[in-house]
């Protein structure tokens, strides 16, 4: 995860790049963005105007304002991210075995970004990474970011509460996709789901009832929050898998217990029912999400 309101795209994109070399192609980077005081203080590179990023406040102009540069802000460093991946040509390295390695000059390019909140004239010091471009992710709430992601993302994680709700956010989200003009593949949209599971009927709901009245207060978070049985999780899955979706994001209640329900007790049962793959024989998360590598917009055609 990289915080776009405080970090510095070019060492970003090195760092995804390395990590996608030692993960052999499979890294990705999900962006975000900040509006509190207390980030700003932790990271020490600017003063931002402190603002409550949430969806039921957008009806105020200041707030929307405020939101909606930092989101503009977060697409930029994204186009920079992506033109610093395709800097280096895929074969500007040379490889010679008896004097080492070296790079053909002409194959590495200058991106010469200048926009409102960066200039970087790059190119990067690391080799284009494995899958060219790594995944480019973030979880989007409502129209704003929505228009974040269909600018610069591969991958959406949204929040629906129902089908309807569901059904309202992929219509939105392929509209601001028409509205951008968007040049990449289509947006892979992914549900989020909290997940407690349970074996036996109602003991997940009773888990989640006793760990509130724990804590003092009923568990609450951005995402629908389901309880009960890996069987009835599975129901929930099927029931949505025909609303635009790609796929789901499972956050576990608790660990160890409920990733270990989600591993052990829901994913043989979607296997069995041939919704959930019996082997990974794609190379790369870009292949594993049906997405292909891309092509490096400086290299001659």
Known sequence: MATTTHTEPFHVSKAIATLDYVSSGRAGVQVRVSGTRLEAEQFGRRVVAEVELRADRLDDPAVRQVITEHFDEAADYVEVLRRLWDSWEDDAEIRDVATGRFVDRDKLHSIDFEGRWFRVRGPSITPRPPQGQPVVAALAHATIPYRLAARQADVVFVTPRDPADLRGMVAEIRAEEAAV????????????????LDDEPGA????????????????????????GTPAELADHLHAWQDDGLAGFRLRPGTQPHDLEAVTRRLVPRLQQQGAFRDDYGEATLRSRLGLHRPANRYAAV
Do not use: C, E, M, N
């Not at 892979?188 to 407690?196: M, P």
């Not at 888990?207 to 724990?214: A, C, E, F, T």
């Open 181 to 196: 003009g968007r040049r990449l593949a289509p947006l892979r949209i992914f549900a989020d789901l909290v997940v407690f």
């Open 204 to 227: 997940a709901a009773a888990r989640k009832d006793h760990l509130d009245q724990l804590d003092g207060r009923p568990y609450r978070s951005d995402a629908l929050v389901f309880t």
